[in-house]
């Protein structure tokens, strides 16, 4: 089994961060921006153009910035675009005051059904998502999120671990730090926290294999790779 996994591309609270320094404004699930949905776009037709290794399963976050990012990546692979609701950001959808995010807040339950399939005619939902939304779980902190990290890498290596398959994975800044974390065995401290960042820019790419050869450790073929992008267009 190979990993390819996909942050998404540039969300309305990034551009407000970097914009104004504050986490004021923010949404709960923002959606992108103009350059996001380019980033998204330049991603797929990188992935066709350069013939690069294909995914062969292709899943996303539910948060609306991951469906929209994954959405031209599955057309363009025309392969069904599978929602996992496992693959959400640290901490949920939550309604958090301006002191910054992460800290504490009152949990929503994300989009609607009806509204993830507008962005994208390739999504497959899973069961928990209806007209109600899909995320119905408490605020989340850091701890609870490795964890969640752990569940993820033990259901794909239970279900493509013995297979060649290239598994695609949309998800977020910092889950995708646990993902990396939890793929390579490499634990953070017991509250969550992490001994190293891993730069991760909007859009950018991550390939793993988690089975190089008999008796080698999983390999981290490239982290962060974001050349379908020209310099204006990179955004963290």
């Keep these: 089994m190979r990993l390819l996994l ?4 540039e969300s309305v609270n990034n551009r407000i961060q970097a914009d104004t320094g504050s ?13 996001g949905q380019i980033q998204a776009n330049r991603l797929a037709t990188f992935y066709v153009d350069r013939q690069l290794p294909r995914p062969d399963v292709l899943l996303t976050s539910l948060m609306q910035r991951a469906v929209a990012t994954a959405a031209p990546l599955a057309r363009a692979l025309d392969l069904p675009l599978q929602g996992h609701p496992l693959l959400h950001e640290v901490g949920g959808i939550y309604e958090a005051d301006d002191e910054g995010p992460h800290v504490q807040g009152r949990p929503l339950p994300g989009s609607p059904a009806s509204a993830l399939l507008a962005l994208s005619p390739d999504l497959v939902l899973p069961q928990e998502a209806d007209e109600t939304g899909w995320h119905h779980r408490p605020f989340e902190a850091p701890h609870h999120a490795w ?9 794909l290596r239970t279900a493509y671990g013995d297979t060649d398959r ?18 390579l065995g490499w634990a953070p401290a017991p509250d969550g926290r992490l001994s190293a960042w891993l730069t991760i820019h909007n859009s950018g790419h991550t390939l793993i294999d988690l089975e190089p050869g008999v008796g080698w450790p999983p390999a981290l073929i490239w982290l962060n790779r974001h050349d379908h992008l020209s310099a204006d267009e990179i955004t963290s």
Excluded: K, M, N
């Design 6 to 9: 996909i942050r998404h591309g």
């Design 23 to 35: 986490w004021a404004g923010r949404s709960p699930d923002p959606e992108l921006t103009a350059l």
């Design 147 to 155: 964890e969640r990290a752990c569940e993820v890498t033990a259901a």
């Design 166 to 183: 290239l598994v695609g994975v949309v998800s977020h800044a910092w889950f995708s730090q646990y993902l990396i974390h939890a793929f």
